[in-house]
């Protein structure tokens, strides 16, 4: 069930809760023990927009255990607008095909499924088109 | 350039492989042994002090761990120093990175890196799961994403960067299984050609069915001594390790500045031909590693062979073929030979001596001296390489 786990990151999967480095203000998703940018330690804490454009994409037809049900679904690689780039599945395309460079905004989406009925339901972070973002 | 062979050389002394394949008669332990064996039988009868194994998802994949002391065990060796060493895909060639290390401290003798994986006892989605253990679990794997995506994501951008046609990586994986058809050992000894790879059924947009080695069993092993512990006499040419490095990147692909640029590829190539004295320039083949046919153009450029957005275009002149400028995949590579998770590293070892040697059948390269070993795990989160030289 691995309940603490999930939990344990609901600030992440829920908010896109990240940390600004309390040294050189580099902006960090996901958060981290050390700084990337300057090494030194980051710990404070920053709330992301969910605002920011598709940098890469692809479509899996091939899913592992506990996302068979989502066949097929995309994952992206998002630019947030404040610059950390996440990982994170795109939904609500409709026929909208997805193009490198597409706005999209943060929302929350079921991820994973655990097993059977009895099984958790993991939730989290999802994008999807930002229709009135302005095209950057 | 190539030093004067020393006594002190570090030498592979013994190499042994089993088929890559569908082994479902055999387990974890059986195809471990029987690269020991062919290992031991090849160095003349060399017992190893140390063991270090490579594997990849044993853990998860067949509910076992404590490989380093299973498998001495198995082998009539209990008391051995013996442990394991996980670095994912790459997790063969971190053990020959540490056999080599044992054997050039001084502390150990005779060491053994031997690589398994038993994917075949799982299918489908559990295997796709397992895979996925090697990405950051909570940011990557959590969203649904594999290490086949993380390639996926990877092709579609430097497509999009580069311009280039994508069928022009369809290059990667026909020149694999032509040089799989040579040999034995192989997955896969069937050609493919533009049309079928055009055919393909997609498993992760824009990568096909084609563009991705396909998981299997196996087992690879080799021995690592220093050349004055050796017998006089070997039945072999020995060929020496004259570079050795293991480099790491960001885990995430997320994190990384340029995620198409394999910062650890470049590294280890780099700090193995420094300590080789040579440059990636001069060695005669390149066993690269082409779990999917992105990283086969990435790790071009990541060696230098190539510039960035340029390594695809190495592929379409037969450049890398057996009789090109700089032959790759020489015994069909991941994609041709198959992909036996923490034994791929140690097949690529094993493949690069039989070529230094004189021992490749139908594919030997015309007395090659020299070779470049590199395996990644992943998208070069963990990079590999290792320059060998063969002493006559």
């Known amino acids: 069930m691995e309940i603490s786990r999930h939990w344990r990151l609901k600030k992440q999967r829920y908010s896109l809760i990240g940390e600004v480095c309390p040294h050189c203000d580099a902006k960090i998703f996901p958060p981290r023990d050390v700084c990337p940018e300057c090494g030194q330690e980051a710990r404070s804490e920053f709330a992301f927009s969910g605002r920011g454009q598709v940098y890469s994409h692809t479509t899996i037809y091939d899913a592992p255990a506990g996302y068979e049900n989502n066949l097929p679904y995309t994952v992206a690689l998002i630019k947030l607008d404040e610059g950390p780039i996440v990982t994170a599945q795109l939904t609500d395309l409709g026929a909208q095909p997805v193009e490198i460079g597409m706005p999209v905004e943060m929302v929350t989406r079921r991820i994973r499924e655990d097993g059977d009925e009895r099984g958790m339901l993991v939730y989290g972070y999802k994008f999807r088109p930002a229709w009135n973002a302005p095209i950057k | 350039m190539n030093d004067a062979v020393k006594n002190t050389d570090i030498v592979i002394a ?77 997790g063969g060639a971190a053990a020959l990175r540490l056999a080599y290390l044992a054997v050039a401290s001084g502390c150990v003798n005779i060491a053994m890196a031997l690589g398994v994986e038993k994917f075949t006892d799982q299918v489908g989605p559990n295997v796709e799961a397992a895979a996925s ?23 579609r951008r430097y497509l999009y960067e580069y311009q280039v046609p994508r069928p022009a990586f369809g290059a990667f994986p026909i020149l694999a299984h032509n040089n799989a058809a040579g040999n034995p050992q192989a997955m896969y000894r069937n050609l493919i050609n533009a049309e079928s790879y055009a055919q393909a059924g997609m498993v992760c947009d824009p990568l096909n069915l084609f563009d991705i080695a396909p998981w299997a069993d196996g087992a690879a092993a080799v021995i690592v001594a220093r050349r004055d512990s050796l017998p006089a006499a070997l039945p072999h040419p020995l060929a020496r390790i004259s570079g050795a490095s293991l480099a790491t990147d960001r885990l995430a692909l997320h994190d990384r500045p340029n ?50 957005g340029q390594g695809w275009r190495m592929a379409q002149d037969g450049q890398l073929a057996l009789d090109g400028k700089l032959p790759v995949c020489t015994l069909g590579g991941f994609k041709g030979r198959g992909n036996p ?52």
Request: contains cysteine.
């Open chain 2, 14 to 90: 013994g190499i042994g492989q089993t088929p890559v394949g569908e082994h479902w008669q055999l387990s974890l332990k059986n195809l471990a042994y029987l690269a020991y064996k062919a290992a031991v039988q090849d160095s003349g009868g060399l017992k190893p002090d140390a063991l270090y194994v490579g594997n990849m998802l044993a853990p998860v994949l067949s509910h076992q761990a404590h490989l380093g002391v299973l498998l001495a065990d198995d082998f009539g060796l209990a008391g051995i120093e013996a442990a394991a060493v996980e670095a994912g895909n790459a």
């Open chain 2, 133 to 155: 253990v090697i990405l950051d679990s909570d940011y990557e794997a959590a969203m649904g994403l594999t290490p086949n995506a993380q390639a996926a994501l990877l092709l």
């Open chain 2, 259 to 308: 995620p198409l640029f394999l910062r650890a590829a470049q590294k280890s190539v780099e700090r193995a031909c420094r300590q080789a004295g040579i440059l990636p320039q001069d060695v005669d083949f390149f066993e690269l590693c082409d779990s999917t046919s992105t990283y086969a153009a990435l790790s071009l450029e990541a060696a230098g062979f190539a510039a960035p």
């Open chain 2, 341 to 392: 998770g923490g034994a791929a590293g140690l097949y690529q070892v094993v493949e690069a001596v039989l070529q230094l040697r004189g021992e490749a059948g139908k594919n030997q390269l015309p007395h090659p001296q020299r070779a470049l070993v590199q395996s990644l795990s992943g998208a070069a989160a963990t990079a590999v390489a290792h320059v060998l030289e063969v002493i006559h």
